[in-house]
């Protein structure tokens, strides 16, 4: 309780260390944030043309909405993805690249990995807020949507950095972490059905098991981007299991991290 405290009596430094999180984030480029749109316009391009005209992929028709646009069906899966690979990166080296500022002064640690969360977090709203023109443009969208998907994003906000904060501590100890951090984010993405449909791996289980898709979807960003697909491409609630699994894996992540974290941070000088 007094961690918490503490964290709550120096949110101002938060607040700083997110606007220098922003600020910094495209520091000397000639189109600044314009990059945050270019990147993940550029990704979906990519996808596009490689798995919906080459390998033509071939996703299912929006319930209710009726949208059939792959472009839109991807950019649906592919901003959650790309806001929690962000914070994960991002927060993992969040000790490493500050090592400076905490063997200067003492504050609470934890500010550093919510703070590139929140720029994140700043990053993708502006994101989202282009795919949901493009949603209206093109289905309808709904905009009385908007609040539950938010809420979906504070989910798995508290997921992502959980994540991080746990590999933050990790990467002190030892630096192969980030490395090695970047080969499992690679692999988790396609692990994702992000740029495929779930059908495909649902018609590989019945020729292997059905034991195949039951793992499968163990993998919580499967479940996070399944319902903010559901919310934004399909227009309709999600399945309550995985809402109430992604509500759970988000606790229960985040609750994990803030425990490590807060163990260990009292000798992150010393070890930097």
């Known amino acids: 309780m007094t961690y918490l405290k503490e964290l709550f009596a120096t949110r101002e430094l938060l607040y700083n260390l997110t606007m220098r999180e922003v600020k910094g984030q495209y520091r000397r480029t000639v189109l600044g944030q314009l990059w945050s749109l270019l990147n993940p316009i550029a990704t979906m ?30 950019m649906c899966g592919l901003l959650p993805w790309l806001y929690f690979s962000r914070v994960v990166n991002g927060g993992l080296n969040s000790m490493v690249s500050n090592s400076g500022l905490i063997k200067k002064v003492y504050f609470p640690r934890m500010h550093l990995p919510f703070s590139v969360t929140a720029s994140v977090g700043f990053t993708w709203l502006i994101e989202m807020g282009v795919l949901v023109l493009a949603l209206q443009i093109f289905g309808g969208w709904p905009i009385w949507w908007i609040p539950v998907a938010l809420l979906v994003m504070v989910l798995l906000a508290f ?22 951090t970047t080969i499992v984010l690679q692999m988790w993405m396609y692990l994702t ?80």
């Open 193 to 272: 059905p992000i740029i495929y449909p779930l059908s495909l791996v649902e018609n590989a289980a019945r020729d292997i098991g059905d034991w195949v898709l039951t793992v499968y979807r163990l993998n919580p960003m499967e479940r996070f981007v399944e319902v903010f697909r559901n919310l934004l491409y399909d227009n309709r609630w999600p399945e309550l299991g995985d809402t109430l699994f992604i509500v759970a894996v988000s606790g229960i992540v985040f609750t994990l991290g803030f425990w490590v974290f807060s163990r260990n941070e009292r000798r992150l000088a010393e070890l930097l």
């Open 45 to 74: 391009l990519v996808y596009t043309v490689v798995f919906s005209f080459i390998f033509r992929a071939r996703p299912h028709v929006g319930d209710p909405s009726g949208l059939d646009i792959y472009p839109l069906w991807l």
């Open 159 to 180: 997921f992502a950095v959980g994540v991080a904060m746990m590999l933050a501590i990790t990467n002190v100890h030892f630096r192969d972490t980030q490395h090695f």
